[in-house]
């Protein structure tokens, strides 16, 4: 199987290739658009700042690669929500995979929020294996509002979407390289979606 992980300067590639590596696969890392649409799986990483990860991608054509792919896509984190239709971070307008907007978590809360919570509404072969209101790894201030393109929620402050779907794109906002055995699982079932 071909995973490719885009390379475009996001934060936690090399974890994300480790995790994959940890459950016998091998990853590699590119910004070839050729390379990523011959892939049987992509994963679409992120951490940083949405406006100019988004630079990132438009300097490198990614940006009208990644919404065309047809195989397998999961966005982690700030790649789940740049690839909404747009983020008040930075006032940026998105990939428009996913019809939601994300914004930024109120002041009753300690933001970004950082460390463990739970997902619940499970509903994908992406949670296969996993029980309700088990605990993902997050690092995040901006969030993506529950629509029908959601999977999985999390509460903190507000009920949000922490994983998405629509057709091959697939979506977390925890880190499931960070999740421990969870998050080992469910990138398995992602790897393993098609197969």
């Known amino acids: 199987m071909r995973i490719v ?5 996001a934060g936690n590639i090399q974890s994300i290739k480790f995790a994959i590596q940890r459950l016998g696969y091998e990853a590699i890392l590119s910004d070839d658009p050729l390379v990523i649409k011959a892939a049987d799986k992509v994963i679409f990483p992120g951490v940083g700042e949405a406006s100019s990860a988004m630079k990132k991608l438009k300097d490198s054509g990614l940006d009208i690669v990644v919404p065309e792919l047809k195989q397998p896509v999961l966005g982690i984190c700030l790649g ?3 690839m909404c239709n747009h983020t008040e971070e930075g006032d940026t307008k998105g990939l428009g995979i996913f019809d939601v907007a994300v914004k930024k978590f109120n002041a009753g809360v ?14 994908s072969p992406l949670f296969d294996g996993i029980e309700e209101k088990d605990y993902i790894y ?3 201030s901006y969030y993506a509002p529950v629509t029908s393109d959601t999977i999985a929620r999390t509460t903190y402050g507000v009920d949000y979407a922490t994983a998405l779907h629509k057709d091959n794109f697939y979506g977390t906002q925890f880190h499931p390289e960070k999740s421990s055995v969870i998050g080992e699982k469910i ?4 790897l393993e979606i098609g197969n």
């Open 187 to 190: 990138l398995k079932n992602f």
């Open 80 to 82: 789940m929500q740049l």
């Open 5 to 9: 992980i885009i390379n475009y300067g």
């Open 138 to 140: 997050l690092v995040h």
């Open 110 to 123: 300690k933001v970004p929020q950082i460390g463990w919570n739970q997902i619940e509404s499970l509903s």
